[in-house]
């Protein structure tokens, strides 16, 4: 079988250019944003009340899930943060979590990227709330 027939037409078919600029509309398929927000719903909480205390980057993953559910961050955005939030929510990924500390470098390292990339979207509101979060978790 040749390579024509295992891609995708997009790729064969010529409509793809690597060397052309993105277009945004396609980043954000709508079916996997669906799917990284119904893993967000389910994990996300349960997930930081576990680690928040362990892992440096706690207010920075809350003040992301706050700014993804603010309805005047750009949805471009919000698809990256919730992508993003399920990479962090799900346990098996490029550095399994249950490692310890360590298993966390891979998902410190998308928020990194994420907050490179869409970072100016993130309010002081969105970290003040992270940071009240954080204060009533800890007090429980």
């Known amino acids: 079988m040749s390579a024509e027939f295992k891609s995708s037409p997009n790729v064969n078919g010529g409509s793809f250019d690597a060397e052309a600029e993105l277009d945004p509309r396609r980043a954000l398929v709508p079916a996997t944003v669906r799917v990284n927000e119904q893993r967000v719903a389910r994990g996300f909480l349960p997930k930081i009340r576990k680690v928040a205390a362990k892992i440096p980057f706690a207010r920075d993953v809350v003040a992301v899930w706050y700014c993804a559910r603010d309805p005047d ?26 490692l310890g500390v360590i298993g966390y470098t891979d998902d410190a390292a998308v928020f990194a990227a994420l907050l490179a990339v869409v970072g100016k979207h993130l309010k002081d509101s969105h970290r003040a ?7 009533r978790m800890a007090e429980d």
Do not use: H
């Not at 949805?75 to 550095?95: E, N, Q």
């Open 129 to 135: 709330q992270a940071d009240e979060f954080l204060r």
């Open 73 to 98: 961050t750009p949805d471009t955005a919000k698809g990256l943060m919730v992508a993003a939030l399920a990479y962090f929510v799900l346990p098996f990924d490029a550095i399994p979590d249950f």
